[in-house]
């Protein structure tokens, strides 16, 4: 795995090693589906609630060089719609998209000694 914690540094749709795709799986995918399997029987009980997941605009459009992430990002899209389709009035579920500058890097101020 490279640097990011979500993804390889190369992750393409062939040539990916089998451990390297279950890792972003499960750090996409399965950690969102099971945090909501934790957490929506309350909110059910309680007949409120609202569950947001973070998904990525590559889960929206296929990328070469990041095929498993955006994959498992489009996962994560689907099932945010389909928990709140099995849902219903009871909770809300959706995914917001971080914009892609929203973790750059903030520029240093140069200090004045």
Known sequence: MGKN?????SNDAVFI?????????DRNLMTCILCCREIA?????RKSGCIV???S???LSGHAAEAIYSTAKAAVHEYSRCLARN?????SASTSLPRPDYYAP???QPSHR
């Open 5 to 9: 914690a979500g993804k390889p540094l």
């Open 17 to 25: 090693s089998v451990e390297d795709i279950r890792t972003v799986l």
């Open 41 to 45: 029987p309350e909110m059910i009980a």
């Open 53 to 55: 997941n973070i998904g």
């Open 57 to 59: 605009i590559s889960g």
């Open 87 to 91: 849902c219903g009035r009871i909770i």
């Open 106 to 108: 903030v520029p240093r």
